[in-house]
Nanobody, 123 residues
Framework: VQLQASGRGLVQAGGSLRLSCAASGRIFSNNGMGWFRRAPGKEREFVAGISWNGASTSYVDSVKGRFNISRDRAKNTVYLQMSSLKPEDTAVYYC?????????????????WGQGTLVTVSS
């Protein structure tokens, strides 16, 4: 089972970037999905989550109004559209599959993780 994240890149502050996370080896259409990030010298933190059917989403306060999580169940893929990026958004971003049908900010609720993709936002 793999969660393959893509979309890494270097972008200027104020720019946009879209991350994708494609799952293979297992269907996650009935699982919540989440994006987490780990900034240099910091703990991993929850960024955004989405329920199995996309009806419910949640975000950490620092990205509300700037990031949007979505999913394509037919493609077994989840996306994170990031806009108005700030230097403090610089981090390695990880996608993860929840054990439940909904997402959670608690990373112990996830049982599959992608390898991480680096996003660098320059000032």
């Amino acid at each position: 089972v793999q969660l393959q994240a893509s979309g890494r890149g270097l972008v200027q502050a104020g720019g946009s970037l879209r991350l994708s996370c494609a799952a293979s080896g297992r269907i996650f259409s009935n699982n919540g999905m989440g994006w987490f990030r780990r900034a240099p010298g910091k703990e991993r933190e929850f960024v955004a989550g989405i329920s199995w059917n996309g009806a419910s989403t949640s975000y950490v306060d620092s990205v509300k109004g700037r990031f949007n999580i979505s999913r394509d169940r037919a493609k077994n893929t989840v996306y994170l559209q990031m806009s108005s990026l700030k230097p403090e958004d610089t981090a390695v971003y990880y996608c993860a599959a929840s054990r439940k049908s909904y997402s959670s900010p608690d990373d112990s609720g996830y049982f599959y993780w992608g390898q991480g993709t680096l996003v660098t936002v320059s000032s």
